[in-house]
Every structure is written in C-alpha cells, then in structure tokens.
C-alpha cells in the first residue's frame, strides 16, 4: 500500500494552525500520574486454581474408564386407593358441571350491620 499524497490529506484551518503554532506548555497546569495496581486477594487466587483444576480435570478426563451400564426404566403404577381417589374427583367434577341452577331457591339478603344515618352521625359529633 503506498502513502497518500499530500493532495490527498485533509486540509487544516488556518485559524487552528496558528493555535498550534502559538501554543504556551508553561501554561498547562503539572499533575501528578498514579498507577492503581489492587493485587486479588486470597480467596480470588485460591478460587481460580479451583476453577483451572477443575478445566485440566475435564481436559485430561479418559473415556476409557467409563463402564458400561444398561438404563433402568422404573414404571410406577398407581394403586387401588390411588384409582378410587382419582375417580371420585372426576365424579365431583362431572356433578359441578352438570349442577342444575333451576333448583336453587331465592334468598334474601339481609345487612346485619347497617351503616349509620346522618342524624346518628351527627349525635355522635356533638357528644364528642
């Protein structure tokens, strides 16, 4: 790749190469640079040597000391009680759903605490 001509590079203005050229470093104010360098703490180092075993062990593992095992399919079949149970739900069910609302009777409802007039409210006001 060749370098670019000077044609080619953009143009500066004129106003900031005489900033440039003018510029005062006495003027800038000295700071001082720190490093912040904070070391991990113990238990960080012993955690990662945890975990880098842990990666060597799954790396280095030999498939060669699996054995073979043959899978154990283990069928729970419900029991008698389990049964009687389940068919008395659907029968609770099925009379829920086929709940005939013709039957009900009418009720009343009565308000057994009622809320107080004004006038009561206004006794209470004046005795206080």
């Known amino acids: 790749m ?13 106003a900031i190469k005489v900033e ?17 360098v904070s070391l991990p703490s113990k238990e960080d180092v012993e955690q990662e040597k945890a975990h880098n075993t842990l990666l ?5 593992f030999q498939r ?19 049964i009687e ?8 069910l099925e009379g829920i759903k ?3 609302t013709t039957k009900m009777k009418h009720a009343e ?9 004004k006038d009561v409210i206004d006794q209470e006001k004046a005795s206080n």
Do not use: C, W, Y
């Open 85 to 92: 149970q389940e068919k008395g739900q659907q029968q609770l």
């Open 56 to 60: 060597q062990n799954v790396e280095g």
């Open 64 to 82: 060669s000391t699996l054995h073979h095992t043959q899978p154990q399919e283990k069928i729970h079949l419900p029991s008698a009680e389990e």
């Open 20 to 36: 440039l050229t003018n510029f005062d470093s006495t003027k800038m104010k000295h700071t001082e640079t720190r490093e912040a």
């Open 109 to 117: 409802t009565e308000v057994k605490n009622p809320l107080p007039t």
């Open 2 to 14: 060749s370098s670019p001509k000077k044609e080619n590079l953009p143009k500066v203005s004129p």
């Open 98 to 100: 086929g709940f005939d």
